[in-house]
């Protein structure tokens, strides 16, 4: 069984900050790729950050500049650094990390559960 759980979202003004974080357990080896994604209300959900097994990194033009994230391989985990939050920025965000295995490199994904973020003005 793999989990994804993320934690550290809220409630926060504008202008604020807040740090989310998403701990993997279970059989989860080889992972090549996490990232955070959002859904906003009425929207599609969205890529906001992506991170390689490298340390190379891509973020969404929205958040450019005010978001950051990073990993700790050894701890299974990964966090999205949040600044400058604005308004627009309310979603529910999800956790989410990539991984091939097996002989015929078999994708596989596995997605968090979601945590709120909400950005009052």
């Known amino acids: 069984q793999v989990q994804l759980v993320e934690s550290g979202g809220g409630l926060v003004q504008a202008g604020g900050s807040l740090r989310l974080s998403c701990a993997a357990s279970?059989?989860?080896?080889?992972?090549?790729?996490m990232g955070w994604y959002r859904q906003a209300p009425g929207k599609q959900r969205e890529l906001v950050a992506l991170?390689?097994?490298?340390?190379?990194?891509n973020y969404a033009d929205s958040v450019k500049g005010r978001f950051t994230i990073s990993r700790d391989n050894a701890k299974n985990t990964w966090y999205l650094q949040m600044n400058s939050l604005k308004p627009e920025d309310t979603a529910v965000y999800y956790c989410?990390?990539?991984?091939?295995?097996?002989?015929?490199?078999?994708?596989?994904?596995?997605w968090g559960q979601g945590t709120q973020v909400t950005v009052s003005s």
């Open positions: 279970g059989n989860i080896f080889n992972v090549t790729v």
């Open positions: 991170i390689g097994n490298g340390g190379s990194t």
């Open positions: 989410n990390a990539e991984r091939k295995s097996g002989p015929y490199s078999v994708r596989y994904i596995y």
